[in-house]
């Protein structure tokens, strides 16, 4: 629990889930009105929560109405993958690379047209997931339960080894070490499905139960690990140390197999629909809000939303005593702070 700065003889109390007001000494202005919400900018976890008690001459209602848009992602384009086996996917700095399972290869693959403009023999028989470490390809097999490191410029094999789990799926590379996805046996029905964190050696750092119970794609944004899951059709932003859910969006098909980070947008490689898409991630969140005083609208009141590192926004309530902030950092904590006159 995190004690926070007092306002106006309120101290904000917050946690990772709420945040309260704890009264100090009653200093609080009778002809102002302060309040701070405390909110997370959370997809599915975005609530606000605020205990208010007034000045002693009427109830305060706030917040009212309360409105939590995330917005996560919004889907710029899309486009039919070049192949029919779609599995894994990954970006090398200029293309994309697919797998496929139809012609056991992977294809380089030009982000603009889509079209294959190059492609490598792939070992083993079921290719998946696909990352780059600056150099080279990192591949997971299915059947053999393999993970390799290959020469993109003709598939031979630099290094290899056994995954941790029975069914490598998505894979993603954070610039020292390499994130794998299982799914224990390649069907929702087998379980426990996890998420592995692995040196680029092969040894084993760390075991997370997987998001969903059929994981899939994987990607790494330069903070943010990104996983898709089959089974609930949803792409997950994840904490890497933790892996707990940051955000998350509907993914665009049902089979999300695999996913890349190009340094700007987030793509999706989806075998259902054997398209490819590309999503902007940095979308900014809406936060809307209305306030009242003894069931009254609070016009004109002065309206500031905080985050940390972040310029501070102002804004007014309307006639309805509502205001909005339509540019506001998805997935960071925010505060919204409501100074105005009080209805007497
Ligand atoms: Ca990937």
């Known amino acids: 629990m995190v004690r926070d700065e007092i306002i106006n003889g309120y101290s904000l109390v917050s946690d990772s889930n709420s945040c309260v007001f704890e009264q100090m000494e009653d ?5 102002i009105l302060v309040v701070v919400a405390c909110l997370f900018l959370l997809s599915g976890l975005a609530f606000a929560e605020v205990d208010m008690m007034g000045n002693g001459e009427g109830a305060l209602a706030l917040p009212q109405g309360e409105i939590i848009e995330t917005n996560t992602a919004l889907l710029v384009s899309s486009c039919p993958s070049p192949v029919g086996g779609n599995d894994g996917l990954t970006w090398d700095g200029n293309y994309l690379w697919i797998s496929d399972y139809d012609t056991g290869r992977a294809y380089q693959v030009d982000p603009e047209t889509c079209l294959s403009v190059f492609s490598i023999p792939l070992p083993g ?3 998946l997931g696909l990352a780059w470490d600056g150099s080279y390809l990192w591949y997971a097999e299915g059947n053999g339960a393999m993970i390799y490191q290959l020469d993109p410029s003709d598939g031979s094999v630099i290094s290899s080894f056994s995954s941790p789990g029975g ?3 998505g894979l993603a590379y954070d610039g020292v070490d390499l994130w794998n996805d299982d799914t224990t046996c390649g069907a929702i029905e ?3 499905d996890n998420t592995y964190r692995l040196a680029t050696s092969g040894a084993l750092l760390a075991t997370f139960a997987a998001k969903g119970t059929h994981p899939t794609g994987l990607a790494y944004d330069g903070v943010n690990l990104w996983h ?3 089974a609930t059709d949803t792409i997950y932003k994840l904490n890497p140390a933790d892996l707990s859910i940051l955000d998350s969006f509907p993914s665009p098909g049902t089979y999300p197999n695999d996913l890349a980070w190009d340094g700007r947008y987030l793509w999706v490689v989806d075998n259902g629909t054997d398209m490819l898409y590309k999503y902007d991630v940095g979308v900014p969140a809406r936060v809307r809000g209305c ?4 069931g009254l609208p609070v016009v004109d009141a002065k309206v500031i939303l905080k985050q940390k590192d972040e310029a501070k ?3 007014r309530t309307d006639a309805e ?3 909005s902030f339509g540019n506001v950092v998805s997935g960071k904590k925010y505060r919204v702070i409501i100074r105005g006159p009080v209805v007497p």
Do not use: A, E, I
């Not at 200093?27 to 002809?31: G, L, R």
């Not at 306030?291 to 003894?294: L, Y």
């Open 321 to 323: 005593g509502c205001y």
């Open 167 to 169: 069914f490598p799926t």
């Open 228 to 230: 898709s899951d089959n």
């Open 291 to 294: 306030v009242t005083f003894d």
């Open 190 to 192: 087998c379980t426990p």
């Open 27 to 31: 200093k609080m202005k009778k002809s």
């Open 125 to 127: 028989t079921y290719p």
């Open 313 to 315: 926004q102002t804004t």
